[in-house]
């Protein structure tokens, strides 16, 4: 009984992802909710516009606004906010967990504490201690300058430098 119900959970778990047709050429993931709906994952082979995002959502509701060559990079959350006859996009990042879990790099400049504690090897202490630094440094130029947190020694530094992007 308890194997039926685990395998329906996980089914409903990755039915949430995008699509049926989801191929392993797709390398691009962008997070979308409607309404404050529970947020979908839609894989891409190439970053996609807001038109094939929308119609991969199922959404036809003629939002073409904006700059229409605008490409949504791996790592993008977008909310769409839908009232009456008024739309909004809110664009954003998705949390450093689902970035790491997705093999997206997070970003060193910009990710906070919980988001770097996504990453293997990295608790609370170092995560605040790489923000810290960062801050210090206004930014870090190279991963490389990691090496200079107290704690994260070349060991630990050759493990956790792929996950990282500036």
């Given at each position: 009984?308890?194997?039926?119900?685990?395998?329906?959970?996980?089914?409903?778990?990755?039915?949430?992802?995008?699509?049926?047709?989801?191929?392993?050429?797709?390398?691009?993931?962008?997070?979308?909710?409607?309404?404050?709906?529970?947020?979908?994952?839609?894989?891409?082979?190439?970053?996609?516009?807001?038109?094939?995002?929308?119609?991969?959502?199922?959404?036809?509701?003629?939002?073409?606004?904006?700059?229409?060559?605008?490409?949504?990079?791996?790592?993008?959350?977008?909310?769409?906010?839908?009232?009456?006859?008024s739309v909004q996009i809110l664009k954003g990042q998705m949390s450093g967990f689902h970035k790491v879990t997705l093999g997206i790099p997070i970003s060193?400049?910009?990710?906070?504490?919980?988001?770097?504690?996504?990453?293997?090897?990295?608790?609370?202490?170092?995560?605040?201690?790489?923000?810290?630094?960062?801050?210090?440094?206004?930014?870090?130029?190279?991963?490389?300058?990691?090496?200079?947190?107290?704690?994260?020694?070349?060991?630990?530094?050759?493990?956790?430098?792929?996950?990282?992007?500036?």
């Open positions: 009984m308890l194997i039926l119900l685990s395998l329906n959970l996980q089914k409903g778990v990755f039915d949430r992802v995008g699509s049926d047709d989801a191929s392993p050429e797709e390398k691009v993931f962008v997070q979308v909710s409607v309404s404050g709906s529970n947020p979908c994952l839609y894989g891409f082979a190439e970053e996609p516009d807001l038109g094939a995002l929308l119609a991969r959502t199922g959404l036809h509701v003629g939002l073409h606004e904006g700059k229409p060559d605008t490409r949504y990079a791996s790592g993008t959350k977008l909310d769409v906010l839908i009232d009456g006859k060193l400049n910009e990710e906070s504490v919980e988001g770097l504690v996504a990453v293997p090897g990295i608790g609370p202490k170092l995560a605040a201690a790489i923000v810290q630094e960062r801050e210090k440094r206004r930014g870090f130029k190279t991963t490389a300058e990691l090496l200079s947190v107290q704690g994260l020694g070349p060991a630990l530094y050759a493990r956790i430098r792929g996950y990282f992007s500036l």
